[in-house]
């Protein structure tokens, strides 16, 4: 192959990762109802938040973050929903670690991380997003759900 | 646990960034005098085994990243945890070690090996995505990968 072509594949392939990020980019993140109208078992998530194991949703919603150790941007994404906690009393955040619990991802159907559910205030989930949700959809959701 | 060791994530992505350019040279020469995208794919070898056992042996990308480019920087917004990144470099090393042994037999594998080296380190590098560590969950699931 001469040098021409080689450029050609070459650049190809550059053109096909820039492709790739950009559908990321925007795809990523952007979330979907969920239509199981599954209600989550607090019970079965078995989760903690400060050393004390959670039993009750929030008042209008809860967020739940699927995160494993071997995620990237699962703590900045964690670090942004806890501070929307702080800032609305009728939200509760958590936190599942799921690296070691399969189960729970082979469950919910989660193949990536970090994954968020939003759910309403009886713990039944309206929302998912996979990968680093955009913060203008979250609160969209918020707001329907009077958590804002 | 061991103690978590907490990194500036520009330095990964610093790395991936010269990986993404040694891994499209090789994928250039691999259509054409494919016995230097070998030879490259040895040097990428060699790096990915670095970052992956080499614990206390300085790397050339964080010796290169700490010497010139964190100076010209600002303070890093956060740190991160080190896990994620030496993970994407476990995922590195599969493929470099395909496209090494690949290159013994095999010459299309190492333009194989180079073309997904490059897409992951690009788009770590330059879009901030980590093929590997998204990949993560659905390998276990699958049940290619053991904790």
Known sequence: MGPDATLIWAGSLFAIAIAIGTAFRFFSGRGRRDKTSECIDLSKLKVGKNGVLVTEFGKKTTLVQFSTQYCGQCPGVRRSLSQLEYRHGALLYIDVDITNRLDLAAHFSISQTPTVFILDGLGEIKFRIGGVPKYAIIRAELEKLGAL | MTELKRIDPRGPRFGAAITSVFAIIAFGFSLDTW???????????????????GKNITHPYSYLFQKFVRPRLSAPAELE??????????????????????????????TIAAAFIFLAAFLNAFFGLCLGCQMYLGLRRIGLLRQ
């Open chain 2, 81 to 110: 945890d080190s896990r994620p990144p030496h993970f994407a470099q476990q995922v590195g090393l599969s493929f470099a070690v395909f496209g090494v042994i690949s290159g013994f037999f095999w010459p299309l594998g190492v």
């Open chain 2, 35 to 53: 016995v230097y995208a070998w030879l490259i794919m040895w040097v990428l070898f060699a790096l990915f085994a670095l970052s992956v056992f």
